[in-house]
């Protein structure tokens, strides 16, 4: 079974701090990774998946088959980045993505 | 385009009571897919729906739930007989062409169940 895993229910930090909140999945096969974020009061959007290999509003995330990882990753904090952010995985055997629980990320002034 | 239009955007049911919830996807896109996240939890799939047939209903409880996404009119979600731990944020996405391409959300209904 394929399960994505955030294991930081909270991350605070300061702006211009580097930020990088943590997927781990397991899923023997050649998954599809995404992470998706929501901010306050809007729905949730697609963010990035790893097959593009691009960076939005800053934020990079590189698929380490190796360690299961996606973890997302930004040099330097913004207060506008403040949201929740949700990890998912597609595989090619369940068309359907699944969703970690979530990290919500706080940026102080 | 108004994105995927979820209502309620809050509904309080008594337990035993039912519980319909609403999804007018994106124009143009004809599936739809209901997620629940419950507290402390990620998003976890319910149902794919394309017009008018279930593809994939998988991830729906056994019983009391149903959805329907007719040839015309929303997607409707229905709890019959909801008790408390159907107390939920419930989300519904639209894609235009299969789950292959890209899903976007509406803002969820959230159930209390008191």
């Known amino acids: 079974a394929q399960r994505v895993t955030q294991p930081e229910k909270l991350l605070s930090v300061f702006k211009g701090a580097p930020v990088e909140l943590k997927c781990n999945y397991s899923?023997?096969?050649?998954?599809?990774l995404f992470w998706y974020v929501q901010y306050s009061r809007q729905r949730l959007q697609l963010l990035l998946r790893?097959?593009s290999r691009e960076s939005i509003k800053g934020f990079t995330a590189d698929l380490n088959k190796g360690e299961t990882s996606f973890h997302l990753k930004k040099p330097f904090a913004q207060e506008e980045d403040s949201a929740m952010y949700y990890c998912?995985?597609?595989?090619?055997?369940?068309?359907?993505?699944?969703f970690g629980r979530g990290t919500s990320l706080i940026v102080h002034p | 385009n108004a994105g995927v239009m979820q209502n309620p955007r809050h509904l309080v049911r008594r337990r035993g009571q039912e519980a319909r919830l609403r999804c007018s996807p994106m124009?143009?896109?004809?599936?739809v897919y209901w997620y629940r996240q419950l507290p402390e939890e990620g998003l976890k799939f319910m149902v794919y729906?394309?017009?008018?047939?279930?593809?994939?209903e998988s991830g729906m409880p056994k019983e009391r739930f149903s959805a329907e996404f007719p040839k015309e009119g929303p997607s409707i979600l229905r709890i019959q007989q909801v008790v408390r731990g159907d107390s939920a944020a419930y989300f519904c996405?639209?894609?235009?062409?299969?789950?292959?391409?890209?899903?976007?959300f509406g803002q969820g209904t959230r159930l209390t169940v008191v």
């Open positions: 899923y023997s096969g050649s998954p599809e």
């Open positions: 729906l394309q017009k008018e047939n279930i593809i994939d």
């Open positions: 996405a639209s894609s235009l062409s299969g789950p292959n391409t890209e899903a976007f």
């Open positions: 998912a995985l597609k595989s090619g055997g369940s068309y359907i993505p699944t």
């Open positions: 790893h097959i």
């Open positions: 124009k143009g896109h004809s599936h």
